[in-house]
């Protein structure tokens, strides 16, 4: 039997040779585009393709690749390749961060029943506008800004004192600077639930803001910085300062809400014995004021940037702890015949801070303040304030005490 192929078997031999000759022609030169383009890995998937001239050319080279040869080059889909490292030249350039300045100052009391000042709260506060012009302003209040409500104190009480201004006074503490103020302290309660309640109402009317209250954080909006504010005292109506755990629990919240955080403190014992700062609890009356070091130290380690005291009524030291500021206390800032101003009780300090948007530090003073013998601050050309703080914060602190310069300046301790 004649077994050679017949012509039309001829003619289908040599037009798949010819497509196999195409195919093979246009997967070389898709080669050498993939080794122009995407180097070895490229040129291997285009090897790994299989011969069906119709497959998508897809992979390393792509649609465009492809429709740049002129072909739809055949290949195999490859795995996904990992993003490549970035390189130092092709990262964002990092926005600086913003800086901010904080000034806070100690017990404001602007009065109490039978004896509020001439000329109102603004005349009390007339003096201290200047230095106390900063982005986020805060002050202990010391009072309650009420017209109702009864005393807490119970009759002839000779340890008790009760302090109430009018909540017309409000406005004075704003047009004095003042932004935020802490309510946590033993005086807030003065005039019970009634006046607690007019001084609240009292500060928003006059847009201030607030914190000190259990679970509260203030948070104020400085540009494109959030700063939190909270205020601790060992009292039922405040966040507690003496449950160190639920503390540490409020300033990682606030750390999550805010670029910064501020925590202020009521906590010591009171008067010029206990300028000094010691550590371990504290007691005054029979009261327990809490463990300034032990709280002050809690709150920087869970997020706090800076920790601003109030209590005592007489300016204790400064410490650098894990590269922030503890201010124990700021003394009497502003009491109209409220506090005792003999002494170390009038000698007084406005704090200034400026930070980083990250709470890190920039730079520090002090601005050293005397209150008059009706409790009127005026800054204080002597500076006592500024060598009781140095000679404090050297005695109690030692090589971690903030250096305060003969014009105020504050610095981190050296090494």
Request: hydrophobic residues 40%; glycine residues 12%; aromatic residues 6%.
């Given at each position: 039997?004649?077994?050679?192929?017949?012509?039309?078997?001829?003619?289908?031999?040599?037009?798949?040779?010819?497509?196999?000759?195409?195919?093979?022609?246009?997967?070389?030169?898709?080669?050498?585009?993939?080794?122009?383009l995407g180097g070895a890995g490229a040129a291997a998937s285009t090897l790994a393709g299989g011969g069906d001239e119709d497959r998508a050319a897809t992979g390393v080279l792509g649609t465009t690749a492809a429709q740049t040869a002129g072909t739809t080059a055949a290949t195999a889909s490859p795995p996904p390749l990992p993003p490549p490292e970035p390189t130092p030249e092709r990262k964002p350039p990092r926005k600086p961060l913003a800086e901010l300045?904080?000034?806070?100052?100690?017990?404001?009391?602007?009065?109490?029943?039978?004896?509020?000042?001439?000329?109102?709260?603004?005349?009390?506060?007339?003096?201290?506008?200047?230095?106390?012009?900063?982005?986020?302003?805060?002050?202990n209040l010391e009072t309650t800004l009420t017209t109702g409500g009864a005393s807490q104190c119970a009759p002839r009480s000779r340890d008790c004192y009760a302090f109430r201004a009018p909540p017309s006074y409000a406005p004075a503490l704003a047009r004095a600077g003042f932004t935020v103020l802490n309510l946590a302290n033993n005086h807030a309660f003065d005039y019970g639930r009634q006046g607690a309640i007019e001084t609240l109402a009292a500060l928003k009317a006059a847009r201030l803001r607030h914190t000190g209250r259990p679970g509260e954080i203030a948070v104020v909006r400085v540009g494109r910085t959030r700063v939190a504010v909270?205020?601790?005292?060992?009292?039922?109506?405040?966040?507690?300062?003496?449950?160190?755990?639920?503390?540490?629990?409020?300033?990682?919240?606030?750390?999550?809400?805010?670029?910064?955080?501020?925590?202020?403190?009521?906590a010591g014992a009171e008067g010029v014995r206990y300028a000094h700062v010691h550590p371990g609890p504290e007691y005054y009356l029979g009261e327990r004021r809490g463990d300034p070091v032990a709280f002050a130290h809690a709150v920087v380690q869970a997020g706090a940037d800076l920790v601003v005291g109030s209590g005592p009524h007489v300016l204790r030291g400064l410490e650098w702890y894990h590269g922030r500021l503890?201010?124990?206390?700021?003394?009497?800032?502003?009491?109209?015949?409220?506090?005792?101003?003999?002494?170390?009780?009038?000698?007084?300090?406005?704090?200034?801070?400026?930070?980083?948007?990250?709470?890190?530090?920039?730079?520090?003073?002090?601005?050293?303040?005397?209150?008059?013998?009706?409790?009127?601050?005026?800054?204080?050309?002597?500076?006592?304030?500024?060598?009781a703080v140095r000679a404090l914060s050297r005695e109690d602190f030692g090589r971690r005490a903030v250096r305060v310069s003969p014009d105020g300046d504050l610095q981190p301790p050296r090494g």
């Amino acid at each position: 039997m004649d077994r050679s192929p017949s012509r039309s078997t001829e003619e289908l031999l040599e037009r798949r040779d010819s497509k196999r000759r195409v195919t093979r022609r246009k997967r070389l030169s898709a080669l050498a585009l993939a080794l122009a383009l995407g180097g070895a890995g490229a040129a291997a998937s285009t090897l790994a393709g299989g011969g069906d001239e119709d497959r998508a050319a897809t992979g390393v080279l792509g649609t465009t690749a492809a429709q740049t040869a002129g072909t739809t080059a055949a290949t195999a889909s490859p795995p996904p390749l990992p993003p490549p490292e970035p390189t130092p030249e092709r990262k964002p350039p990092r926005k600086p961060l913003a800086e901010l300045t904080i000034a806070a100052a100690g017990d404001v009391a602007l009065g109490r029943t039978g004896a509020v000042p001439a000329g109102g709260g603004r005349a009390v506060l007339a003096r201290v506008r200047r230095p106390l012009g900063a982005d986020v302003v805060l002050g202990n209040l010391e009072t309650t800004l009420t017209t109702g409500g009864a005393s807490q104190c119970a009759p002839r009480s000779r340890d008790c004192y009760a302090f109430r201004a009018p909540p017309s006074y409000a406005p004075a503490l704003a047009r004095a600077g003042f932004t935020v103020l802490n309510l946590a302290n033993n005086h807030a309660f003065d005039y019970g639930r009634q006046g607690a309640i007019e001084t609240l109402a009292a500060l928003k009317a006059a847009r201030l803001r607030h914190t000190g209250r259990p679970g509260e954080i203030a948070v104020v909006r400085v540009g494109r910085t959030r700063v939190a504010v909270l205020g601790f005292a060992p009292y039922k109506w405040a966040q507690s300062l003496l449950d160190l755990p639920a503390a540490r629990r409020l300033v990682r919240r606030a750390a999550r809400r805010a670029d910064i955080v501020v925590v202020v403190i009521h906590a010591g014992a009171e008067g010029v014995r206990y300028a000094h700062v010691h550590p371990g609890p504290e007691y005054y009356l029979g009261e327990r004021r809490g463990d300034p070091v032990a709280f002050a130290h809690a709150v920087v380690q869970a997020g706090a940037d800076l920790v601003v005291g109030s209590g005592p009524h007489v300016l204790r030291g400064l410490e650098w702890y894990h590269g922030r500021l503890v201010a124990y206390s700021l003394g009497n800032f502003a009491g109209y015949r409220n506090f005792d101003v003999t002494g170390a009780g009038g000698v007084s300090a406005i704090l200034r801070v400026t930070l980083r948007s990250d709470g890190s530090w920039v730079e520090g003073s002090l601005v050293p303040i005397r209150l008059s013998a009706t409790g009127t601050p005026a800054r204080d050309p002597r500076r006592a304030a500024l060598a009781a703080v140095r000679a404090l914060s050297r005695e109690d602190f030692g090589r971690r005490a903030v250096r305060v310069s003969p014009d105020g300046d504050l610095q981190p301790p050296r090494g």
